[in-house]
């Protein structure tokens, strides 16, 4: 029976299922391990199933020499050195697809909640500040057919997509790739190039993937070339936007708002972010439903377990093996 590793707190039905296949340590802690307790950890491992916050690099590939696959709970893998992977003979997997609808509606949450002003006026009114109702008090911004720009138009950005059907908006987006007509057509989206994109959104989400190409994607450059009533939404990765830059821009309010639910550092956080009344913040909880967390955990499993039963796991991303 191989050893395999769950490097973190998971559901159960998720370590019952592993036991079925598996002899599993299971580091029921909802904490990361370092590197030196993941490699300690990993020793004669033959898989594990592993969280954002595990680094799988160079390194620690050559420590653990019997390792043959690592799993993600997660979408995103810039936690994985892929080509490390590759180069060492294990085969890595993510959990696309399952999580698409729980991250469109988390950036929809953001959008609202800037625009409104939600977060501001909650934390006002709690303070006791409201005397009664005035006409003038809480100004927002129309969603409603305002223009939606998205920046990476994947899975999840096509999801955040339909979804402005019910506010009446224009939809511009920009990838690399621009989508099949049928797509842009059933997403109402309209392709542009990036610096059209940037002038045109008056609510712009980044949906990329973070790779050494998309860093800093969105720096002071960008953000210069955006409307000054605009909102800028990150449900992707910290890294993507220069945090730097962008809080100066909140504080100059070179753009009005924006929403974030992940930082370059996180889960540290520049404290000035916590200083601006235009920003709403949240803690990397873009795919946290219980349902879809429940979905990930076992994709990840299942892809654990069709690797060491010697069959292609189904979200393989070496390009290598097939
Ligand atoms: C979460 O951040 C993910 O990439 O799935």
């Given at each position: 029976?191989?050893?395999?590793?769950?490097?973190?707190?998971?559901?159960?039905?998720?370590?019952?299922?592993?036991?079925?296949?598996?002899?599993?340590?299971?580091?029921?802690?909802?904490?990361?391990?370092?590197?030196?307790?993941?490699?300690?950890?990993?020793?004669?491992?033959?898989?594990?199933?592993?969280?954002?916050?595990?680094?799988?690099?160079?390194?620690?590939?050559?420590?653990?020499?019997?390792?043959?696959?690592?799993?993600?709970?997660?979408?995103?893998?810039?936690?994985?050195?892929?080509?490390?992977?590759?180069?060492?003979?294990?085969?890595?997997?993510?959990?696309?697809?399952?999580?698409?609808?729980?991250?469109?509606?988390?950036?929809?949450?953001?959008?609202?909640?800037?625009?409104?002003?939600?977060?501001?006026?909650?934390?006002?009114?709690?303070?006791?500040?409201?005397?009664?109702?005035?006409?003038?008090?809480?100004?927002?911004?129309?969603?409603?057919?305002?223009?939606?720009?998205?920046l990476g138009?994947?899975?999840?950005?096509?999801?955040?997509?339909?979804?402005?059907?019910?506010?009446?908006?224009?939809?511009?987006?920009?990838?690399?790739?621009?989508?099949?007509?049928?797509?842009?057509?059933?997403?109402?989206?309209?392709?542009?190039?990036?610096?059209?994109?940037?002038?045109?959104?008056?609510?712009?989400?980044l949906?990329l993937p973070y790779?050494?190409?998309s860093h800093h994607a969105i720096?002071?450059?960008?953000?210069?070339?955006?409307?000054?009533?605009?909102?800028?939404?990150n449900?992707a990765r910290g890294g993507i936007v220069?945090?730097?830059?962008?809080?100066?821009?909140?504080?100059?309010?070179?753009?009005?708002?924006?929403?974030?639910?992940v930082?370059?550092?996180?889960?540290?956080?520049?404290?000035?972010?916590?200083?601006?009344?235009?920003?709403?913040?949240?803690?990397?909880?873009?795919?946290?439903?219980?349902?879809?967390?429940?979905?990930?955990?076992?994709?990840?499993?299942?892809?654990?377990?069709?690797?060491?039963?010697?069959?292609?796991?189904?979200?393989?991303?070496?390009?290598?093996?097939?």
């Open positions: 029976m191989h050893k395999v590793l769950v490097t973190r707190a998971v559901f159960e039905p998720v370590v019952e299922r592993l036991r079925q296949h598996f002899e599993v340590d299971y580091h029921a802690v909802d904490a990361p391990l370092t590197p030196d307790e993941l490699v300690k950890k990993l020793a004669g491992k033959a898989g594990a199933l592993t969280m954002p916050t595990d680094r799988i690099d160079a390194p620690l590939l050559a420590a653990c020499p019997q390792l043959r696959v690592v799993c993600n709970s997660a979408v995103g893998y810039n936690n994985f050195d892929l080509d490390a992977c590759s180069r060492a003979g294990v085969m890595a997997t993510n959990t696309p697809g399952v999580l698409d609808d729980t991250t469109a509606d988390i950036a929809w949450s953001l959008i609202l909640a800037s625009a409104r002003r939600i977060v501001a006026a909650d934390k006002w009114l709690r303070a006791g500040h409201w005397e009664g109702w005035k006409f003038k008090d809480w100004l927002g911004t129309d969603v409603h057919h305002a223009t939606l720009g998205i138009m994947g899975r999840i950005g096509q999801a955040i997509a339909r979804r402005a059907a019910g506010f009446s908006m224009r939809v511009i987006y920009h990838n690399r790739r621009r989508l099949a007509e049928a797509s842009e057509r059933e997403c109402n989206a309209t392709w542009l190039t990036k610096n059209e994109l940037l002038r045109n959104a008056d609510f712009l989400v949906m790779t050494p190409e720096g002071a450059a960008e953000l210069a070339l955006m409307k000054p009533t605009a909102h800028l939404f449900v220069d945090d730097a830059a962008l809080i100066e821009a909140l504080q100059a309010r070179r753009i009005a708002g924006a929403g974030l639910d930082f370059e550092a996180e889960p540290e956080l520049d404290p000035r972010f916590f200083t601006l009344d235009n920003v709403v913040l949240t803690p990397h909880i873009g795919s946290a439903s219980s349902a879809t967390r429940m979905k990930m955990a076992l994709l990840a499993a299942d892809n654990l377990i069709a690797a060491l039963s010697g069959d292609k796991p189904p979200n393989l991303l070496n390009a290598f093996i097939d």
